[in-house]
T-cell receptor
Framework: DAGVIQSPRHEVTEMGQEVTLRCKPISGHNSLFWYRQTMMRGLELLIYFNNNVPIDDSGMPEDRFSAKMPNASFSTLKIQPSEPRDSAVYFC?????????FGPGTRLTVL | AQTVTQSQPEMSVQEAETVTLSCTYDTSESDYYLFWYKQPPSRQMILVIRQEAYKQQNATENRFSVNFQKAAKSFSLKISDSQLGDAAMYFCACGRGSRLTFGEGTQLTVNP
């Protein structure tokens, strides 16, 4: 099993640009989570999906953030327009219902 | 709602020694799971060990074991024969089903 796959691993962009982060969950896992991790705020849950349906997006910081899961094997997190305070490591995790398995994360830097 | 508290922001241990990381939690669920995750400098979040709340027997994974005290809502992680590669941030988590609540983390340093 390849585990949770995230791309890109690193992203550097300029303020105002659109950023799209991608995630491929582990096959057979029915839940998918997007987290953001910063030194100041720790690990924050942004949104999670169950069977491709968004269940709770209360952690999404503002309308600039959006997430989609068009099918069971793919999800995106989009930031438009990006701001320097969005700089963080973004994790995707998937779950078979008893614990979460994390991807390697995407380190985003917004200049 | 669930809360997870890790009262030790930092811990250190000598190589080959044993260290225990503390975690307390609160949940209104009767059926839940508890986890320890490890995050080394690579930033990868690695599932170390899992405990089902309905099981009285403490989970063990090689050098990692837990002390689960359900009544006290305590879930500590013991690392035996510490190795340099154990140096990482350790997160305790609690949840039912797939959604988890994480603690703030404990940074473990292993001294050679």
């Amino acid at each position: 099993d390849a585990g949770v796959i995230q791309s890109p691993r690193h992203e550097v962009t300029e303020m105002g640009q659109e950023v799209t982060l991608r995630c491929k969950p582990i096959s057979g896992h029915n839940s998918l989570f997007w987290y953001r991790q910063t030194m100041m705020r720790g690990l924050e849950l942004l949104i999670y999906f169950n069977n491709n349906v968004p269940i709770d997006d209360s952690g999404m910081p503002e309308d600039r953030f959006s997430a989609k899961m068009p099918n069971a094997s793919f999800s995106t997190l989009k930031i438009q327009p990006s701001e320097p305070r969005d700089s963080a490591v973004y994790f995707c995790a998937s779950s078979p219902d008893r614990g979460q398995f994390f991807g390697p994360g995407t380190r985003l830097t917004v200049l | 709602a669930q809360t997870v508290t890790q009262s030790q922001p930092e811990m250190s241990v000598q190589e080959a020694e044993t260290v225990t990381l503390s975690c307390t939690y609160d949940t209104s669920e009767s059926d839940y799971y508890l986890f320890w995750y490890k995050q080394p400098p690579s930033r990868q979040m690695i599932l170390v060990i899992r405990q089902e709340a309905y099981k009285q027997q403490n989970a063990t994974e090689n050098r990692f074991s837990v002390n689960f005290q359900k009544a006290a809502k305590s879930f500590s992680l013991k690392i035996s024969d510490s190795q340099l590669g154990d140096a990482a941030m350790y997160f305790c988590a609690c949840g039912r089903g797939s959604r988890l609540t994480f603690g703030e983390g404990t940074q473990l340093t292993v001294n050679p």
